[in-house]
């Protein structure tokens, strides 16, 4: 893998972990309500149910594509699909990423662990966005190096975009900025987003 190609992949990882959503609203409840160990627990915990779902999608992944190219294809064409449905809606934001900056009630570590590995693992929309992410990718998945990166690429980020989350939970007066930038910051990742649509699709 090119450093070309990796700092691809990082980037729509960073985009993936970012984007508002059930998994932002439960790291923001933990760290809120629980305190900065628990939303590190969680955070770390979300993460590790991303790396168990790229890993089960790439080796899925590689066997449509090795059994039914024409499958693939069509896969491909759905993920470029949802790429830009995530990219449209972010536009159309009106700040979410603050929105979902909200607290809960006071919870133990286990309950954090639990729920956040949930989220990360049940979720429809992670598994959609990793269908779409490692279609571009799945054909390099055919040596040991290059399944390692890809599968940890994304689980490292989400762990260390969420425990970002977690620490900055801990200053009033960054929340305060990071809302009043909320819009921006959806601006930017769907157009983003939509490049990467463009690219699937090109690419095919």
């Known amino acids: 893998m090119t450093v070309t190609i990796w700092f691809s992949l990082l980037a729509i990882c960073l985009l993936g972990a970012m984007s508002p959503g059930p998994s ?25 149910g991303i790396g168990i779902y790229a890993f089960a999608t790439i080796v899925g992944l590689a066997v449509v594509l090795e059994q039914s190219p024409t499958l693939f294809k069509g ?17 159309r934001s ?35 966005f990793f269908i779409a992410l490692f279609s571009q990718f799945v054909a390099l998945g ?28 801990s200053s009033p007066l960054i929340v305060e900025r990071i809302r009043s930038k909320a819009q921006l910051i959806d601006r930017l990742s769907g157009i983003v987003l939509i490049l990467l649509a463009v690219r699937v699709v090109w690419t095919i």
Request: glycine share 8%; proline share 2%; no cysteine.
């Open 24 to 48: 932002l609203a439960m790291i923001a409840k933990h760290s809120l309500a629980g305190g900065r160990i628990n939303g590190l627990i969680a955070a770390w915990s979300h993460a590790a």
């Open 75 to 91: 896969i491909s064409l759905a993920g470029a699909a949802y790429l830009l449905y995530l990219g449209v809606n972010a536009l």
């Open 94 to 128: 009106k700040g979410g990423v603050a929105a979902k900056l909200e607290a809960g009630e006071q919870m133990s570590y286990m309950q954090s662990a639990r729920e956040a590995f949930l989220i990360s693992i049940l979720s429809p929309k992670i598994a959609l």
């Open 142 to 169: 055919n040596e040991l190096t290059n399944q390692v990166i890809i599968v940890s690429t994304p689980l490292i980020v989400d762990g260390l975009w969420y425990t970002f989350i977690t620490l900055v939970l």
